[in-house]
């Protein structure tokens, strides 16, 4: 449709979600690892290794005096991580000056798993921890591994936190949620094996993209002619 200012805008059926506030989203993020640690579950956050995951670590570091466990970093988010921290003088000069000396991941309370057995030891330890891994959607890596063990006991949570595909098992988590909130307890197919779904699941808005409300703001904002999507 053409705006009155004559800025064409994608209609509203297109995509009506508005992002949530970044820093509202940490903080929610944040409450909800504080309070399921607290109350002894394990937490798994499913992030794409190039990218979120970082963010997602970055996060935690700042608001690390809120988090009294652990923090877990596996699959080739730690990889990633280590190639960030090879390369500082690439990266924002806020990000880097506050690691001071140290890594600018692993620090604090965040470690990198060593190996296949470290990555057993954490999935089935009984203290409260969270585990950062890829692969985002679920669809396969580390991130699998952990979701299988920790998603049948009610006191651990599943955050997902970024676009979840129609196909994957993320996406089905998200659509679960409701039979979960009637009391139901649905399962879900991962690595090929059935398991009933139990844990808290919830999402948060991370996204690094523009909302509709934001790219309708720049068009306006710049004033064009035309605009080309």
């Given at each position: 449709?053409?705006?009155q200012?004559?800025?064409l805008?994608?209609?509203?059926?297109?995509?009506?979600?508005?992002h949530?506030?970044r820093?509202?989203e940490?903080?929610?993020?944040?409450?909800?690892?504080?309070?399921?640690?607290?109350?002894?579950?394990?937490?798994?956050?499913?992030?794409?290794?190039?990218?979120?995951?970082?963010?997602?670590?970055q996060i935690?570091?700042?608001?690390?005096?809120?988090?009294?466990?652990?923090?877990?970093?596996?699959?080739?988010?730690?990889?990633?991580?280590?190639a960030?921290?090879?390369?500082s003088?690439?990266l924002?000069?806020?990000?880097?000056?506050?690691?001071?000396?140290?890594?600018?991941?692993?620090?604090?309370?965040?470690?990198?798993?060593?190996?296949?057995?470290?990555r057993?030891?954490v999935?089935?330890?009984?203290?409260?921890?969270?585990?950062?891994?890829?692969?985002?959607?679920l669809?396969?890596g580390?991130?699998?591994?952990?979701?299988?063990?920790?998603v049948?006991?009610?006191?651990n949570?599943?955050?997902?936190t970024?676009?979840q595909?129609?196909?994957?098992?993320?996406?089905f988590?998200?659509?679960?949620?409701?039979?979960?909130?009637?009391?139901?307890?649905?399962?879900?197919?991962?690595?090929?094996?059935?398991?009933?779904?139990?844990?808290?699941?919830?999402?948060?808005?991370?996204?690094?993209?523009?909302?509709?409300?934001e790219?309708?703001?720049?068009?306006?904002?710049?004033?064009?002619?035309?605009?080309?999507?």
């Open positions: 449709r053409l705006h200012r004559g800025v805008v994608l209609p509203r059926h297109v995509d009506e979600r508005l949530a506030t820093h509202s940490e903080i929610r993020l944040m409450d909800t690892l504080k309070r399921v640690t607290e109350r002894g579950g394990k937490v798994l956050i499913p992030a794409f290794a190039l990218g979120r995951a970082q963010e997602v670590v935690i570091l700042a608001y690390r005096d809120q988090l009294d466990c652990p923090v877990f970093v596996d699959g080739m988010v730690r990889s990633v991580c280590e960030y921290n090879g390369f003088d690439l924002p000069k806020q990000t880097v000056r506050a690691s001071g000396e140290e890594h600018l991941f692993f620090r604090s309370n965040i470690r990198g798993i060593r190996n296949i057995q470290h057993s030891d999935a089935m330890r009984q203290e409260p921890c969270v585990v950062v891994a890829s692969s985002g959607m669809t396969g580390a991130s699998v591994f952990y979701a299988s063990h920790f049948s006991d009610e006191r949570a599943i955050l997902l970024g676009y595909d129609e196909e994957a098992p993320g996406r988590l998200q659509r679960i949620m409701r039979e979960k909130d009637q009391g139901q307890t649905p399962t879900l197919n991962l690595a090929g094996k059935q398991v009933s779904v139990r844990c808290e699941i919830d999402t948060y808005s991370l996204s690094a993209h523009a909302d509709e409300s790219l309708v703001a720049i068009a306006q904002a710049l004033k064009p002619s035309e605009v080309m999507l």
